[in-house]
C-alpha cells in the first residue's frame, strides 16, 4: 500500500476507534466468533448522600466475566464493600450464562483480596510498572 500514512494520536476520533473496532470484529466473526460484551456495572452508594462508596465495571462475553476495575473509597474499606460487588458481578455473570471470570491487578493493589475469593494467578507481566507486577487472576463460576 503506497498510498497510506501512519498517524500516532493522543487523542482520537470516536469514529476511527470504532473503525478499528469493527475490523476486528469482522475477522472474528469470519472465525465463527461474535464479539458482543455487554457491560456490567455494580455500585454501592451511601443512603444519604447517594455517593458511590464501591464500584466495578466490567463485561460478559464468550462465558466470560471481565473485571475491568474494582474500588472501594478509602472510607469504606475493611467492611466487606469489595466481596459484596464480587459476589453481585458474579452472580449477574452467572445468569448471563458465564463459566468464568478473569480480573487483572497490581502487585500493590488487590492480589490477596481475590485470591481469598477463590480467584488464581495464571501468568504475571514482571516490572509493570517498575518493581512491581502485573498479576492476571481466573476462577470458575459456580
Known amino acids: 500500500m503506497t498510498d497510506t500514512a501512519i498517524s500516532i494520536e493522543t487523542i482520537s476520533r470516536q469514529q476511527s476507534i470504532a473503525e478499528v473496532s469493527a475490523i476486528l470484529n469482522e475477522y472474528n466473526k469470519d472465525c465463527g466468533l461474535v464479539y458482543d460484551p455487554k457491560p456490567l456495572n455494580v455500585f454501592i452508594r451511601d443512603n444519604r448522600s447517594g455517593r458511590v462508596l464501591a464500584g466495578?465495571?466490567?463485561?460478559?462475553?464468550?462465558?466470560?466475566?471481565?473485571?475491568?476495575?474494582?474500588?472501594?473509597?478509602?472510607?469504606?474499606?475493611?467492611?466487606?464493600?469489595?466481596?459484596?460487588?464480587?459476589?453481585?458481578?458474579?452472580?449477574?455473570?452467572?445468569?448471563?450464562?458465564?463459566?468464568?471470570?478473569?480480573?487483572?491487578?497490581?502487585?500493590?493493589?488487590?492480589?490477596?483480596?481475590?485470591?481469598?475469593?477463590?480467584?488464581?494467578?495464571?501468568?504475571?507481566?514482571?516490572?509493570?510498572?517498575?518493581?512491581?507486577?502485573?498479576?492476571?487472576l481466573r476462577k470458575e463460576l459456580n
Do not use: M
Open 56 to 136: 466495578l465495571q466490567g463485561s460478559t462475553h464468550w462465558d466470560w466475566l471481565r473485571i475491568s476495575l474494582l474500588a472501594v473509597h478509602a472510607t469504606a474499606r475493611s467492611k466487606g464493600l469489595g466481596t459484596q460487588l464480587l459476589e453481585a458481578a458474579e452472580g449477574e455473570a452467572l445468569k448471563r450464562g458465564c463459566r468464568y471470570a478473569f480480573v487483572d491487578t497490581y502487585s500493590f493493589q488487590a492480589l490477596p483480596f481475590y485470591r481469598k475469593c477463590g480467584y488464581e494467578v495464571f501468568g504475571e507481566l514482571p516490572n509493570y510498572p517498575d518493581g512491581h507486577s502485573r498479576i492476571f
